[in-house]
């Protein structure tokens, strides 16, 4: 079982380990207007996918503004950012923010995404919400990029990401030689 910190103590992650190289787990997640977006599986453009506790904590807001900042400029990508919030609240969340270059994703209903990502934290004070993840997921379906924050109340590696992102759509490579 995979763990991850909760300020200074260990919790653990429940649901299926996926790692790099891995085909990503085909799941769907409710968007802000009750529609449905797919997370992973072959979609002819990259994903990356942002997973956070709630988008009502500074640390999960902070990091929603940077991607969409940073995703206006990456070209044939996708950025999801995920979390258990309801949809009208991260619809508020968007509105308030400015939020207008990414989607954000809702898992409350099945936690189908945390489940099949092993992202769900299993016990302590945030046992039901999901901890702070990305993943690169390519063109052809395949997980390139994993970081599961070793801490869920710091910032992720945005750096590590972005690259994994870059190279993910990169016109000089298929995205499936990695």
Same mark, same amino acid.
């Not at 950025?79 to 949809?87: R, T």
């Not at 270059?101 to 099949?116: C, E, I, P, T, Y």
């Given at each position: 079982?995979?763990?991850?910190?909760?300020?200074?103590?260990?919790?653990?992650?429940?649901?299926?380990?996926?790692?790099?190289?891995?085909?990503?787990?085909?799941?769907?997640?409710?968007?802000?207007?009750?529609?449905?977006?797919?997370?992973?599986?072959?979609?002819?453009?990259?994903?990356?996918?942002?997973? &956070?506790?709630?988008? %009502?904590? @500074?640390?999960?807001?902070?990091?929603? !503004?940077?991607?969409? =900042?940073?995703? *206006?400029?990456?070209?044939?990508?996708?950025?999801?950012?995920?979390?258990?919030?309801?949809?009208?609240?991260?619809?508020?969340?968007?509105?308030?923010?400015?939020?207008?270059?990414?989607?954000?994703?809702?898992?409350?209903?099945?936690?189908?995404?945390?489940?099949?990502?092993? &992202?769900?934290?299993? %016990?302590? @004070?945030?046992?039901?919400?999901?901890? !702070?993840?990305?993943? =690169?997921?390519? *063109?052809?379906?395949?997980?390139?990029?994993?970081?599961?924050?070793?801490?869920?109340?710091?910032?992720?590696?945005?750096?590590?990401?972005?690259?994994?992102?870059?190279?993910?759509?990169?016109?000089?490579?298929?995205?499936?030689?990695?």
């Amino acid at each position: 079982m995979a763990t991850t910190m909760l300020k200074g103590n260990v919790v653990n992650l429940a649901g299926n380990e996926i790692n790099v190289g891995d085909k990503a787990p085909v799941v769907k997640v409710v968007a802000k207007d009750l529609s449905e977006i797919q997370i992973g599986g072959e979609q002819g453009k990259a994903q990356i996918v942002v997973i &956070v506790p709630s988008l %009502d904590t @500074p640390v999960c807001a902070a990091e929603t !503004r940077k991607f969409n =900042v940073e995703a *206006a400029k990456v070209e044939n990508a996708e950025v999801v950012v995920v979390s258990m919030d309801l949809p009208f609240a991260m619809g508020r969340f968007c509105t308030t923010e400015g939020i207008e270059n990414l989607q954000v994703g809702s898992d409350f209903r099945a936690k189908d995404l945390a489940h099949n990502y092993g &992202v769900l934290i299993a %016990d302590g @004070p945030l046992a039901g919400v999901t901890c !702070r993840a990305i993943f =690169v997921i390519n *063109a052809s379906g395949v997980v390139t990029y994993k970081d599961i924050c070793a801490e869920i109340t710091e910032e992720p590696n945005y750096e590590g990401a972005l690259a994994a992102i870059k190279e993910a759509t990169s016109t000089s490579c298929c995205g499936t030689c990695h």
